[in-house]
Structures are given as structure tokens and as C-alpha cells.
């Protein structure tokens, strides 16, 4: 009876987080700081503890006793206590209840990736997901159990990382065409040739950073393999998009949650710049132009004006 009760104790804890790096396309089992309060309690916070399968979790969290009273009460009622479906009948009841709402903050302690938090009520029956997110970024290529996916927080690269050879940047600083200053907490859409869309977001001076894996070779792979170019000289198109609206922290919800923005090709703003070419081995830095001339220098920033209004 005391392995079951310790067993079911170990299943309640109100939140589980795996987070994955979405750069190198691995789980992050180490290196964060995982932090929980209650909306309306900042001052109580409580740090997240790592288990053996590199799960950040938190035993208990203040503000959860209806929680405990409940699940107490069932497993000292005869007819609930040993019943197959006991896990099952006690979470649909706790669907039915205001549960209460926490902040939830990650911090690289290295400075790999961006900081953030969001919000959610607890306690959560699985592996937590961040379902506010497009669906894409939540769907890792690698390691998902047969017939589903892993349930994930994604981690974004900060601009002050050290990139692995071999992989593909894409970065920028963006600067709103309003205000004239960092424009911190855009989302980032981009979709390299042949690929899925990849995400990212800007940090709080506006710089953000994208790590990739180079898209598939175009002429590789066919039978003449004299007439292949060399990998150096290989380049594709990526589309980009950018989403934004002046927020002033980075709550990871409300900035996958923005309004359509508009890059600008060049500092006269009139043309939207939806895609830009990289090249193998060289960094992608996306920059206004000071003209619409191909040849026309670049600016030292990415011009963005939220909502795809004109300035």
C-alpha cells in the first residue's frame, strides 16, 4: 500500500516540463532556471527541481491544499480508493474547478536562450505542452514515441550563442520604424527552401537569432554528379515574416500570439521584404537597404512596423 501511495504521490506533481533546444533539435536537461508563482502571489517563489529523465518539476506549489484535501479525501474513501480508474475519475473531477493560476519563468543560466515565461493553472495532468504556440513548433522531428509526439517547451536561441559549424544562421536587429528603437519581442517566422516553417523571437534590444540545418543540396543526388555545383557555391531562398506589436515582456503566448508585421526592404519603406537567399557557410544577417538598388548599402539594422501599417 505505502509503493502505491508513494507512486501516486510522484504522479501529482502539478507541473512537468521538457524542454527541447530548438536550434539543435535535442531536450535541455540541464542549465535552466525554472521558476513558479502565483499570479496573484509574487513574492512566493518556488525553483523547479530536475529528475533523471532531464524533466524539470516541482514536488508541490503553494496554493494547491484544495488539491491535496481532494485527493486525500478519495483515496480514504473505500469505494475510490482502490478503483482502476481512480487516476481518471480524480482529474475529471479537478476539471471542474477553478484551479489556480501561475507564473511560470525559464532562464538559461549560460545564456544559450532567450528568457521568457507564460502563464497556466495547475495542477496539469501530463507532461505540460504550450499549446498557445504553432503547431509546428511543437512537433520535434526526433525521439517522438511511436503514433504521437512529445509533449515540449521549446527553447529559442539568444544572439549571443556559440553556433556549431556545419549549421545554418539566419539574425537581425530590428528597430521599430515608429518609435526608432529596438523593436524586443517580435516573433520570427521563417521557412528555408524545401523546409518546414522555423521560429524565433527577438530579445529585449531586438536582435534575434535563427540555427538551422542547411536545406537539402538542389542538384545533388543525380546521376551526373560532374555537373553538381560545389557545396560552398549552393544557395536557396528563405521566406520571412515577422510578427509584432510593442510588448513590454516576454510572455511566450503573447508574442506567438501578434499581429502580421512589415519588414522593410529599404529606408524609404515602400518595399515589404518577404524573402532574402542564404548562402552556404556564411552567416544570413537580414538588413534594411538605404535604397531600393540592389547595390544600395545596407543599413546596420532590420527596419519592422507593427501591424503591416505604413509609417
Same mark, same amino acid.
Given at each position: 500500500?505505502?509503493?502505491?501511495?508513494?507512486?501516486?504521490?510522484?504522479?501529482?506533481?502539478?507541473?512537468?516540463?521538457?524542454?527541447?533546444?530548438?536550434?539543435?533539435?535535442?531536450?535541455?536537461?540541464?542549465?535552466?532556471?525554472?521558476?513558479?508563482?502565483?499570479?496573484?502571489?509574487?513574492?512566493?517563489?518556488?525553483?523547479?527541481?530536475?529528475?533523471?529523465?532531464?524533466?524539470?518539476?516541482?514536488?508541490?506549489?503553494?496554493?494547491?491544499?484544495? /488539491?491535496?484535501?481532494?485527493?486525500?479525501?478519495?483515496?480514504?474513501?473505500?469505494?475510490?480508493? #482502490?478503483?482502476?480508474?481512480?487516476?481518471?475519475?480524480?482529474?475529471?473531477?479537478?476539471?471542474?474547478? =477553478?484551479?489556480?493560476?501561475?507564473?511560470?519563468? =525559464?532562464?538559461?543560466?549560460?545564456?544559450?536562450?532567450?528568457?521568457?515565461?507564460?502563464?497556466?493553472?495547475?495542477?496539469?495532468?501530463?507532461?505540460?505542452?504550450?499549446?498557445?504556440?504553432?503547431?509546428?513548433?511543437?512537433?520535434?522531428?526526433?525521439?517522438?514515441?511511436?503514433?504521437?509526439?512529445?509533449?515540449?517547451?521549446?527553447?529559442?536561441?539568444?544572439?549571443?550563442?556559440? /553556433?556549431?559549424?556545419?549549421?545554418? /544562421?539566419?539574425?537581425?536587429?530590428?528597430?521599430?520604424?515608429?518609435?526608432?528603437?529596438?523593436?524586443?519581442?517580435?516573433?520570427?517566422?521563417?521557412?528555408?527552401?524545401?523546409?518546414?516553417?522555423?521560429?524565433?523571437?527577438?530579445? #529585449?534590444?531586438?536582435?534575434?537569432?535563427?540555427?538551422?540545418?542547411?536545406?537539402?543540396?538542389?542538384?545533388?543526388?543525380?546521376?551526373?554528379?560532374?555537373?553538381?555545383?560545389?557545396?560552398?557555391?549552393?544557395?536557396?531562398? =528563405?521566406?520571412?515574416?515577422?510578427?509584432?506589436?510593442? $510588448?513590454?515582456?516576454?510572455?511566450?503566448?503573447?508574442?506567438?500570439?501578434?499581429?502580421?508585421?512589415?519588414?522593410?526592404?529599404?529606408?524609404?519603406?515602400?518595399?515589404?521584404?518577404?524573402? /532574402?537567399?542564404?548562402?552556404?557557410?556564411?552567416?544570413? =544577417?537580414?538588413?534594411?537597404?538605404?535604397?531600393?538598388?540592389?547595390?544600395?548599402?545596407?543599413?546596420?539594422? $532590420?527596419?519592422?512596423?507593427?501591424?503591416?501599417?505604413?509609417?
Amino acid at each position: 500500500m505505502s509503493a502505491l501511495t508513494l507512486e501516486r504521490l510522484a504522479l501529482l506533481s502539478p507541473l512537468g516540463l521538457r524542454f527541447w533546444d530548438m536550434g539543435s533539435n535535442v531536450q535541455v536537461d540541464s542549465g535552466l532556471l525554472v521558476s513558479a508563482w502565483q499570479v496573484d502571489r509574487p513574492d512566493v517563489v518556488t525553483e523547479a527541481g530536475l529528475n533523471r529523465a532531464g524533466i524539470y518539476y516541482f514536488p508541490e506549489l503553494p496554493g494547491l491544499r484544495q /488539491v491535496g484535501q481532494l485527493l486525500q479525501a478519495r483515496r480514504e474513501d473505500p469505494d475510490e480508493g #482502490n478503483r482502476p480508474d481512480f487516476w481518471e475519475r480524480f482529474w475529471n473531477e479537478l476539471d471542474q474547478q =477553478v484551479l489556480p493560476e501561475y507564473s511560470i519563468a =525559464v532562464k538559461d543560466l549560460s545564456g544559450r536562450f532567450l528568457p521568457f515565461f507564460f502563464q497556466t493553472r495547475l495542477p496539469v495532468r501530463n507532461i505540460f505542452e504550450l499549446d498557445c504556440l504553432p503547431s509546428p513548433v511543437l512537433s520535434p522531428p526526433v525521439l517522438s514515441p511511436p503514433g504521437g509526439s512529445l509533449q515540449i517547451v521549446p527553447l529559442f536561441s539568444s544572439p549571443a550563442r556559440r /553556433v556549431a559549424g556545419g549549421m545554418a /544562421v539566419m539574425r537581425g536587429s530590428l528597430v521599430d520604424t515608429g518609435t526608432g528603437q529596438p523593436a524586443r519581442y517580435a516573433w520570427i517566422e521563417i521557412r528555408p527552401e524545401g523546409m518546414s516553417s522555423l521560429y524565433g523571437f527577438s530579445d #529585449n534590444n531586438g536582435q534575434f537569432l535563427i540555427i538551422f540545418d542547411y536545406p537539402a543540396p538542389k542538384d545533388f543526388g543525380g546521376d551526373d554528379m560532374t555537373a553538381a555545383l560545389p557545396l560552398y557555391q549552393h544557395t536557396w531562398t =528563405v521566406e520571412i515574416r515577422a510578427f509584432y506589436r510593442r $510588448l513590454d515582456s516576454p510572455d511566450i503566448c503573447a508574442m506567438a500570439g501578434q499581429n502580421p508585421a512589415t519588414l522593410w526592404t529599404e529606408q524609404a519603406q515602400t518595399n515589404p521584404l518577404s524573402q /532574402v537567399t542564404l548562402r552556404y557557410g556564411q552567416e544570413l =544577417v537580414v538588413r534594411t537597404r538605404k535604397d531600393d538598388s540592389p547595390t544600395s548599402a545596407f543599413l546596420p539594422v $532590420l527596419l519592422i512596423s507593427p501591424e503591416l501599417s505604413p509609417p
